[in-house]
């Protein structure tokens, strides 16, 4: 028998509210899913979202991407840079026929701890309802990997 | 090749509790890199720390991973280690394996293997950590303070006496703030003007501190040590130089129907005005929005003309003064609900039921009554005066579910002055708990119920109607079994929440500090920063953060202007050294920088700026971007929003973001 899926889920988030959040999570000792591993970025505007689909190259099944609630950033306006990248970042893969359901997108504050909590189980559910991402495990890169030989050849 | 050593802490049973930390340790210890691995009870102790530095020396480590705590708790502790052993601090990363996994995790074996995932990728960004250098700034030595009340005039006062520029911002024509609108203070009942109006004087005349009344706070930049303030000087229409402040012209104003702020809408002012005859600067302005010269396009004059030195001047515009402060006090104050937010209560329509503050006028000799009690509605004095107190406050249903702290003291006060001045009328407070927690305020309270005959009952009020000439207040007695209480009353005093000021949010915003859901400013830790911010260099004063009397008001402002002095006790201040930076290389290819700008548009803070780049003869070759290190705060949205990754943020490196994705994912065992 087979274990059941637990799904991997990488947390891109911002140093000043949501992994502070995270932090609160623990010193009140919130109990939540343990499949989240948490990066921690200055600000979400850092987030190159090609990071993203590194994750997903490597074995990631889900994603979050949080900071601090708009008007909020510690950098002022570095979330409001995340969230247009996203917008458009996410049309892109919707255009490309990636799942973005896989991708969470939220604000998380320094004082929502139990909101963390909240945000890390219920994507964990979703993800894991969702079943393990094989589509890019699954692509045949053979014939590339042949073309790119022969390309090198010629 | 990196010799990274990992360090793996129990805090106690902290971490030990949920995670199998020797196991983390082993595993830890056989990663690509890793030379080194131990596990140890107290890593933050002395003793622990030892053990990196020694660790260090003996393996020759090149960088530390501290599995332990949040990095926001001890990063700076074990930094010092790896400094003290001779490596750069930069080299030292923390694994936060407890706040982010033994505290929010049952013992399990996926505990321990999440513990060993957060230690592995921080394994990998340690790796490609570089050398870094503490940044320093020089400071400007000159304060700003937002708000002109008695905390933003004690925090002026304490900078400005320590020997420091201070530049106070207050909004309205005159400093002094609600204190100066108080009648009598508690618990010593001594005159709140009394007290205040030196302190007042002492600003206005005070050689190191540069007041601007009619003014606000329009944008705020840069950073502590180094703010750049805009501040918006509001078009007086009157000139501060010539005016002698003689009183001609506001006692010839003829638009005399305006409700007057400082009375709490109980009397009128003109158009022309000093909001009290104590005003610093007691020099009138003008209110535009209700002068007839300006609503009517050029009608009257009156002032112009009566004016002996010829200082009223229609043509003033509001003007922006930019100035270079190093830290910030915020000291923007409060407001009160008004008796209009209460609907059970006639929604304000009632001219005999009024709030806190326009009692405190009442009772003020310098009021519109001059100081007698008397009601609004006839001007008759009111023989049964109920108090109201926790009126919205303590109440989820209104949406104000804290303590306005003030009120049960105030309370007690106003019962007594109006009993010290009406000794033979009645005084009832209705009241949820008496919170009295303050020297001398319970025997204050105690004071008005037994020496003063206030009757407190205990209990809440449902209802306010009028009948036959008399205010009608149902309430309930919860000590007498929750027996219904009727009293006809001819005056109601409603003890108003404390609520934070209308443009809170918006002050908030340009200074970029946090604030809560009811838009009082938040502090940095609520028991161990109440005075700081989270933006290094603001800090708080009164009850812009939260409701609170005068001694406490005060003492936080004293705290407020102690940390401004010790920030400028130094010469520089020394920074994180997490700051944006643009590839540069040798002739011919300089940088890989195309000079689109991109950068410099998302960059919140000015930082990116322009170099040319040229050669010998002095041709121009290429502009390229170039970061400020004095300005860059390290967000990084530049280096997202780069097209050729040519700048990159020191710490939290292009290289160093992928290697802990790739670290993360990819287990090895």
């Not at chain 2, 107290?42 to 949040?70: F, N, R, W």
């Not at chain 2, 003033?316 to 008796?339: N, P, Q, R, W, Y």
Request: hydrophobic residues 40%.
């Amino acid at each position: 028998m087979a274990e059941p899926f637990e799904p991997k889920i990488v947390a891109f988030v911002c140093n000043w509210c949501t992994y502070a959040g995270a932090d609160l999570a623990g010193t009140s000792r919130t109990k939540y899913e343990t499949n989240v591993r948490i990066i921690r970025f200055p600000c979400t505007g850092r987030i190159d979202f090609m990071l993203l689909i590194k994750a997903f190259q490597n074995g990631a099944d889900g994603i979050i991407v949080s900071g601090c609630h708009p008007n909020d950033c510690h950098y002022t306006s570095g979330n409001f840079h995340a969230r247009r990248r996203w917008i458009v970042f996410k049309s892109m893969l919707d255009f490309m026929g990636f799942p973005t359901e896989r991708i969470t997108f939220s604000w998380v504050s320094a004082a929502e701890g139990k909101k963390w909590a909240e945000l890390v189980n219920e994507t964990t559910d979703s993800v894991r309802a969702l079943g393990p991402f094989t589509e890019y495990k699954n692509l045949d890169f053979t014939t590339f990997n042949q073309m790119d030989h022969e390309a090198i050849a010629r | 090749m990196a010799r990274i050593g990992v360090f793996i802490c129990h805090c106690g049973e902290n971490i030990s509790a949920t995670i199998d930390v020797e196991k983390v340790a082993k595993l830890a210890g056989k990663l690509s890199g890793v030379a080194y691995s131990v596990d140890y009870k107290y890593m933050c102790s002395d003793p622990g720390q030892t053990l990196i530095v020694d660790a260090i020396k003996e393996h020759k480590l090149t960088g530390i991973v501290v599995g332990a705590c949040s990095p926001r708790m001890h990063e700076g502790t074990f930094r010092k280690a790896a400094e003290k052993a001779g490596i750069n601090p930069y080299f030292c990363e923390m694994a936060n394996i407890r706040e982010h996994c033994s505290w929010v995790h049952p013992k399990s074996d996926e505990t321990t293997r999440k513990a060993l995932d957060i230690v592995r990728t921080m394994v990998e960004k340690v790796k490609n950590n570089t050398a870094l250098f503490p940044i320093k700034v020089p400071i400007t030595k000159t304060a700003l303070v937002i708000g002109g009340g008695i905390a933003g005039i004690q925090a002026a006062l304490d900078i400005a006496n320590s020997g420091h520029q201070v530049i106070m911002v207050e909004k309205t024509p005159s400093i002094g703030g609600h204190m100066s609108q108080l009648s009598e203070t508690f618990p010593t009942l001594d005159c709140s003007q009394c007290i205040l109006t030196p302190r007042m004087v002492e600003v206005a005349q005070h050689p190191n501190i540069t007041l601007h009344t009619f003014a606000t706070v329009e944008s705020v930049t840069g950073f502590i040590g180094n703010f750049e303030v805009d501040i918006r000087l509001k078009a007086k229409s009157v000139d501060f130089e010539k005016c002698t402040g003689c009183g001609s012209c506001w006692q010839k104003c003829p638009s005399k129907k305006i409700p007057d702020e400082f009375n709490a809408g109980m009397s009128f002012r003109t158009a022309i005005y000093t909001p009290f005859p104590q005003a610093v600067p007691n020099k009138p302005v003008i209110d535009r929005a209700n002068c007839t010269w300006f609503t009517k396009g050029g009608k009257c004059g009156v002032c112009a003309k009566i004016c002996p030195t010829g200082a009223i001047d229609y043509n003033t515009e509001d003007t922006i003064l930019s100035v270079k402060v190093g830290s910030i006090v915020t000291a923007t104050g409060f407001d009160i609900k008004h008796s209009d937010f209460f609907p059970e209560y006639g929604y304000g329509k009632h001219p005999d039921i009024i709030d806190g503050l326009q009692f405190e006028r009442l009772a003020s000799a310098s009021g519109p009554t001059g100081g007698e009690i008397r009601r609004p509605s006839d001007g008759k004095e009111p023989e049964t005066v109920v108090f109201l107190a926790c009126a919205g406050s303590r109440d989820k249903a209104k949406g104000i579910e804290y303590c306005s702290k003030i009120c049960c003291m105030y309370t007690a006060k106003h019962a007594m002055l109006y009993k010290h001045k009406n000794h033979h009328g009645k005084a009832h407070v209705f009241y949820m708990d008496i919170r009295s927690a303050g020297k001398s305020y319970d025997e204050f309270v105690r004071r008005a119920i037994e020496e003063d005959d206030v009757n407190y009952i205990r209990g809440r009020v449902s209802k306010i109607y009028e009948k036959n000439g008399k205010l009608m207040v149902v309430g309930v007695d919860t000590l007498l079994g929750a027996k219904p209480v009727t009293i006809e009353a001819d005056m109601v005093v409603l003890a108003t929440a404390v609520v934070a000021n209308e443009d809170a949010e918006s002050v908030a915003q340009k200074l970029h500090i946090s604030y809560d859901k009811h838009k009082f400013f938040a502090e940095a830790h609520p028991k161990l920063k109440p005075v700081e911010t989270n933006t290094a260099g603001i800090t708080l004063a009164g009850a812009c953060q939260s409701a609170k009397d005068i001694p406490e008001t005060v003492a936080q402002a004293s705290a407020a202007a102690a940390k401004t002095i010790i920030l400028f006790s130094g010469s520089e201040l020394t920074r994180e050294p997490v700051v944006a930076t643009v590839n540069r290389s040798a002739a011919p290819v300089f940088t890989t920088c195309t000079g689109c700008f991109l950068c410099q548009e998302v960059c919140p803070y000015q930082a990116i700026e322009r170099e040319e780049i040229r050669d010998r003869a002095g041709n121009l070759l290429m502009n390229a971007a170039k970061v400020n290190a004095g300005l860059c705060q390290g967000c990084g949205t530049c280096v997202a929003m780069c097209r050729n990754k040519s700048i990159d943020l020191q710490g939290f490196s292009n290289q160093q973001m992928l290697s802990e994705v790739m670290g993360l994912l990819n287990e090895p065992f």
